[in-house]
């Protein structure tokens, strides 16, 4: 059984910044991605930012410069680094995990809200 735990979300003003961890637990053989999408109210989930195996980086063009994720391989665990956080920021936020053989892994979800 794999479990992905994730923590950090929470309220914060414009222009904050909040961390969001997730650490994967059980069996996961051949992780090919980890990351972090999110679905605001009224939208479709989106890709925030994931790493590939071997180390390339993709982020969704609306946090590129603001947001850094970071990838522990030796404890299965992803970080996303969120500064200069906007209204828009705000969602759920997921942890994802993808393996070899089409595994696909998601948290429960995390809320970020970012509001004055």
């Known amino acids: 059984q794999v479990q992905l735990l994730e923590s950090g979300g929470g309220l914060v003003q414009p222009g904050g910044s909040l961390r969001l961890s997730c650490a994967a637990s059980?069996?996961?053989?051949?992780?090919?991605?980890m990351g972090w999408y999110r679905r605001a109210p009224g939208k479709q989930r989106e890709l925030v930012a994931r790493?590939?195996?071997?180390?390339?980086?993709n982020y969704a063009d609306s946090v590129k410069g603001r947001f850094t994720i970071s990838r522990d391989n030796a404890k299965n665990s992803v970080n996303l680094q969120m500064n200069s956080l906007k209204v828009d920021d705000t969602a759920v936020y997921y942890c994802?995990?993808?393996?070899?053989?089409?595994?696909?892994?998601w948290g429960q979800g995390t809320q970020v809200t970012v509001s004055s």
């Open positions: 790493v590939i195996r071997g180390g390339s980086i």
């Open positions: 994802n995990v993808k393996a070899v053989g089409g595994y696909d892994y």
């Open positions: 059980g069996s996961i053989f051949s992780i090919s991605a």
